[in-house]
């Protein structure tokens, strides 16, 4: 059974496109992230929900949208995508917010924009 | 301003071979510490993690980690490598009050025969 679950793996789209990432988590945990790596494995936040609720918004550009229809599911959808929006998106999530909960991470997302 | 700093971009060492990694922060107060591996092709996954207590933590696959808190320090080792360790590894910092979190830029470990 895998906790956290991404969808799709991998993603090769043309620049301008608007495309969606799925994410479910079924470890009952209340919050979830969005972490892009990029090519140089650095791992930044996007954001992060707690039951639902939006919590860290980091700056990002406004055509990245997370959407949360309950707390097992933390979607991300990208409009216009760029050619530097290429890189791995992860999901994650942890039992609560706050700096001492382990994050549990899915598989990635292969993002490829060309 | 909070951080977290791997020294080491990328480390070689031959299998059998002790490993060290280095992480050392930069915060108001002692933070929550993790290190995290990340095979390829996969997510990360957690290694071990310091919340007060005893400075020296065990982890999953034979790793232990030291913090030390007069150096800000929180490295991770393991006394004998083997090939499948091979990876990128991440440390990491939480704050003990609101949801900061950090990671370090990584060490990629190399392991060769």
């Known amino acids: 059974d895998t906790a956290v679950s991404q969808t799709p793996k991998y993603l090769v789209t043309q620049m301008g496109n608007d495309k969606s990432i799925k994410c479910e988590q079924n470890l009952g945990h209340d919050t979830m992230y969005w972490y892009k790596q990029d090519s140089k494995k650095f791992l930044k936040i996007m954001f992060s929900?707690?039951?639902?609720?939006?919590?860290i918004n980091e700056t990002v550009p406004n055509r990245f949208s997370p959407k949360s229809p309950d707390k097992a599911h933390l979607n991300l959808h990208i409009n216009s995508l760029e050619l530097g929006d290429s890189a791995v998106y992860f999901c994650?999530?942890?039992?609560?917010?706050?700096?001492?909960?382990?994050?549990?991470f899915g598989e990635g997302s292969w993002l490829t924009v060309v | 301003a909070q951080s977290v700093t791997q020294p080491d971009i990328h480390i070689t060492v031959s299998e059998g071979a002790s490993l060290e990694l280095r992480c050392n922060y930069s915060y108001g107060a002692t933070p929550y510490l993790f290190w995290y591996v990340q095979s390829p092709g996969q997510g990360l996954q957690l290694l071990l993690k310091y919340f007060s207590g005893d400075t020296l933590v065990q982890g999953i696959k034979g790793f232990e980690a030291e913090f030390k808190r007069s150096q800000s320090s929180f490295n991770l080792r393991k006394p004998s490598v083997h090939w499948s360790d091979a990876a990128e590894y991440f440390c990491a910092v939480g704050a003990r009050a609101g949801n900061q979190f950090y990671f370090g830029t990584g060490t990629s470990l190399t392991v060769i025969p």
């Open positions: 929900y707690n039951n639902k609720e939006l919590i």
């Open positions: 994650a999530s942890s039992l609560r917010g706050g700096g001492g909960n382990t994050i549990y």
